[in-house]
């Protein structure tokens, strides 16, 4: 069984709306409603992580999709909310997939080789090659170095584990007093090496308005 959690519990600072950006559309599509759908075709069930106040409006949101689906309240930190998820994680799930709710343009391809690498290797990150220089600076702001853009790469969602990997991963993050900055990064803690699984630069996080523009350009742009 496949289990995919949704975390959509953030603020969206960055959007500069009173709104959730989860509940904003892309087309005449909610975020969040077009994100769960890509995923329909490849999982079992599925966890919404979402604030406390907002449980209701994302219960109104999901009530007509196609699969078994629990929401959840959210903690202070993703990492927290995610642990909440995890707690109600049916037994039979084999594969956890963590994917951003503002990912809403993820391909079908990439969430199929997440999960078929995540069985393979215990833990895949879907990332696409760096486009940018990289520098590496001190704390005064100086450059110390250029690493190879062949060894870098930006990383995305969804990222999917083998279930026990993932419960001790966070386990062990709680124990230690650990934050990390996302899933693959518990894991490696744990000594599992994280396949990359290469993905596409449509697969953008919607975090800005100009975030929303652009992901309103490829979704017209999807066909031609």
């Keep these: 069984m496949i289990t995919a959690i949704f975390p959509a519990a953030g603020q969206s600072r960055r959007m500069g709306s009173s709104v959730n950006k989860n509940f904003l559309s ?8 077009m994100t769960i759908r890509a995923f329909l ?31 959840v309240a959210g903690g202070s930190e993703r990492q927290y909310s995610i642990a909440n998820a995890l707690k109600i994680l049916p037994p039979s799930t084999e594969i956890v997939l963590v994917h951003d709710a503002a990912r809403p343009l ?25 486009k ?17 853009r062949a060894s870098l790469v930006e990383v995305q969602t969804p990222q999917g584990f083998r279930r026990e990997i993932l419960l001790e991963a966070y386990a062990r993050a709680e124990r230690d007093g650990f934050l990390g900055t996302d899933d693959a990064s518990l894991v ?18 919607i975090t800005t308005p100009e975030d929303l523009q652009i992901a309103e350009a490829l979704l017209g742009g999807r066909g031609k």
């Design 26 to 33: 892309v087309g005449d599509t909610p975020i969040l409603l």
């Design 41 to 71: 075709g490849s999982i079992d069930n599925l966890i919404v992580v979402a604030a406390a106040d907002e449980i209701s409006l994302i219960e109104k949101m999901i009530v007509g999709i196609e699969k078994p689906y629990r929401i």
């Design 106 to 130: 993820v391909s079908l391809e990439t969430i199929k080789n997440v999960i078929d690498s995540a069985r393979k290797f215990g833990g895949a990150i879907a990332a696409v090659p760096s």
């Design 132 to 148: 940018n220089t990289i520098k590496v600076i001190d704390a005064d702001g100086f450059v110390e170095s250029t690493p190879s």
């Design 188 to 205: 490696e803690r744990l000594g599992v090496r994280v396949k990359v699984v290469t993905s596409d630069y449509r697969n953008i996080k």
